[in-house]
């Protein structure tokens, strides 16, 4: 799917494994959230890593140089989990995240979640809100890194 977002020209694809631009978006969370870990790349998969939906924004035909992306994980009860939120930084601030939200969000409509949930960085929380989430939980360390975070929630129009 093609988009221009901020003048940027964009193509959204859903990836897994095999596919180069997963292997860059995976470049990119790591760069982003766990560079300076010593556990480093083993903290990418978790429990949710192969079970979910991994979207990321490239320019067109250039699967290599991911932009943005994000992933959805639909539970038992209906509700969808978004987690791993990532713009590259050169290219954050201009809509690229809220556009990956709002193609996650669909999805999640689409699987039929009555509700969409996700742990927040503190300093994300901002960012959240202004693309309609809000928060529902204390605030509480990240069992990975450490870095507070908040639940927040979305109920998604059916
Ligand atoms: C958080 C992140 C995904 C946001 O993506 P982005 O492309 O920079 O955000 P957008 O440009 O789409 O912003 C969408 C809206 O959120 C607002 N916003 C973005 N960051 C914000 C912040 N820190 N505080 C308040 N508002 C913020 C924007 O002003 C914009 O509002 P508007 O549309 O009403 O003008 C991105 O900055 C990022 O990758 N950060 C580092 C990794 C990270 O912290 N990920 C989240 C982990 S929970």
Do not use: K, N
């Not at 932009?67 to 639909?74: E, I, N, Q, V």
């Amino acid at each position: 799917m093609s988009d221009v977002v901020s003048g940027i020209e964009t193509e959204a694809h859903w990836v897994g494994p095999g596919d180069v631009a997963y292997e860059r978006l995976r470049d990119l969370r790591h760069r982003l959230f766990f560079a300076e870990m010593v556990e480093g790349r083993g903290l990418l998969d978790d429990a949710s890593e192969t079970r979910a939906h991994h979207l990321v924004l490239t320019p067109p035909g250039r699967p290599s140089e991911v932009l943005a992306g994000g992933r959805g994980l639909r539970t038992h009860d209906r509700t969808y989990v978004i987690s791993q939120m990532v713009v590259e930084p050169e290219f954050q601030g201009q809509g690229l995240g809220r556009r990956v939200v709002e193609l996650l969000v669909d999805r999640a409509a689409r699987h039929g979640a009555h509700r969409v949930t996700l742990a927040a960085r503190v300093e994300a929380v901002g960012f959240y809100g202004a693309v309609g989430f809000t928060v529902c939980g204390e605030e509480f360390p990240s069992a990975t890194t450490g870095v507070p975070h908040v639940m927040m929630e979305l109920r998604p129009p059916r």
